[in-house]
């Protein structure tokens, strides 16, 4: 194996710097700073479209920010091969198969104690992402042996079945906000329908980012050269979004994240792979590894812990915190109030990032 092989074995710096991003957008929200920056541009012009990508769109259409969660899903799955790669050569596959139904376990566990933090109450109610991803996670983990080819034809497989389910529900309307196939479901599983148009089945389809996941981490180990592992991110990515924004246009299916319909699936795993494909061969093949990329990383290293704190105490605390000194030394001297919020977020999103800074220094790294 050529040192460039063994080094990726290891470590690969542009999934981190990937997953460091994506980690580092979501507690940008968590900070606040989506919502003030829409409050912020709501009158202007040129700035509040920007703003409305950094939020998921009512319905029908796909913004920057409902590529956020695909992303996470299709991280997931990269990262598994080399978790699994590392785990086997150090005990036998029984523990790893115990150690991810463990994983998953917990979870789902976070993704319903969630829930009930931001309802204040005890509630049952399984629509946050890490609920989700337990489900992908078991899905990804029982078919990654199979061939690739095995593997694409489940995830086909899948998205056909999606489609079947909502029209056979619902033949007339298939993605009514409400009365599909999904808000069903979750009648009968929690008793209940998400007022934003959420639902629980959505680990079905987004099943699929995972698995897709799995197949470009199971490349990005192999032996194959630079060019035989960027091609096909290029060549497959394209693929997707010419179907997926192909289904949308020609209204076979529209793009709904909300319910992540197939066409939506497809488009977003697009996207996904021309990301990384975009990263890893920046980072990787280019090896532009610059110590600023550091920003982002740290924080993927502790992507579950600072999630789940950002989400919870993070949240609750840091933005009412921050907001006494914002405030206080912003307000007397005229400074709007949604400006102020803004800058309040920026310091509480540098105290998440300094959180996982500090960690990563000192060598803690909170896995389940």
């Known amino acids: 194996m050529t040192n460039q092989a063994t080094n ?4 690969l710096f542009s999934l981190d710097v990937f997953r460091g991003l994506t980690m580092f957008l979501l507690i940008a929200e968590a900070a606040g700073f989506h ?23 009512p319905w029908n259409g796909l913004r920057f920010w409902d590529l956020i969660q695909p992303f996470f899903m299709f991280i997931v799955g990269v990262a598994m ?41 005890l509630v049952w109610e399984l629509w946050n992402v890490l609920v989700q991803l ?13 061939p690739h080819r095995t593997q694409i034809l489940i995830c086909l497989g899948i998205l056909i079945l999606t489609e079947i389910l909502y029209r056979v529900y619902n033949p007339q309307d298939p993605y009514n906000q409400g009365q599909s196939f999904g808000s069903w479901v979750d009648m009968l599983v929690m008793g209940k329908i998400n ?27 192999s032996n194959k050269s630079a060019k035989e592992k960027l091609n096909p991110l290029l060549m497959w990515g394209a693929a997707l979004l ?19 319909t197939t ?16 990263f890893y061969w920046w980072i990787d093949i280019r090896d532009h590894k610059n110590k600023w990329l550091k920003i982002f990383s740290v924080v993927g290293t502790n992507s ?6 950002a989400e919870t105490v993070g949240s609750q605390w840091f933005r009412d915190f921050g907001h006494i000194f914002t405030e206080g030394l912003l307000a007397p001297l005229g400074m709007d109030e949604y400006l102020i919020w803004i800058i309040n977020s920026i310091f509480v999103l540098f105290m998440f990032w300094y959180l996982t800074y500090f960690l990563d220094q000192k060598k803690v790294y909170f896995k389940i």
């Not at 990726?8 to 470590?11: D, G, H, I, P």
């Open 304 to 309: 579950i812990f600072i999630y789940l704190f």
């Open 242 to 260: 010419f179907l997926g924004y192909g289904m949308d246009l020609l209204g076979i299916t529209p793009i709904i994240k909300r319910i992540a």
């Open 263 to 278: 066409s939506f699936t497809l488009a977003s795993g697009g996207w996904a792979l021309l990301a990384l494909a975009l």
């Open 81 to 121: 091969p080399f978790s699994l790669k590392k785990r086997l050569a150090m005990g036998s596959r029984k523990a790893a198969t115990q150690h991810i139904l463990r994983r998953c376990f917990l979870l789902f566990s976070f993704g319903v104690l969630l829930h009930c933090v931001y309802s204040h109450a």
């Open 195 to 221: 007022g934003g148009g959420w639902v629980f089945i959505n680990f079905l389809p987004t099943a699929v980012h995972t698995v897709m996941g799995v197949i470009c981490g199971q490349m990005l180990l």
């Open 8 to 11: 990726l074995s290891k470590r």
């Open 35 to 57: 919502r003030s920056f829409g409050l912020y541009t709501e009158n202007n012009a040129v700035l509040h479209p920007l703003a409305e990508q950094l939020h998921h769109h």
């Open 134 to 146: 337990a489900f992908t996670i078991l899905m990804a983990y029982a078919i990654m042996n199979l």
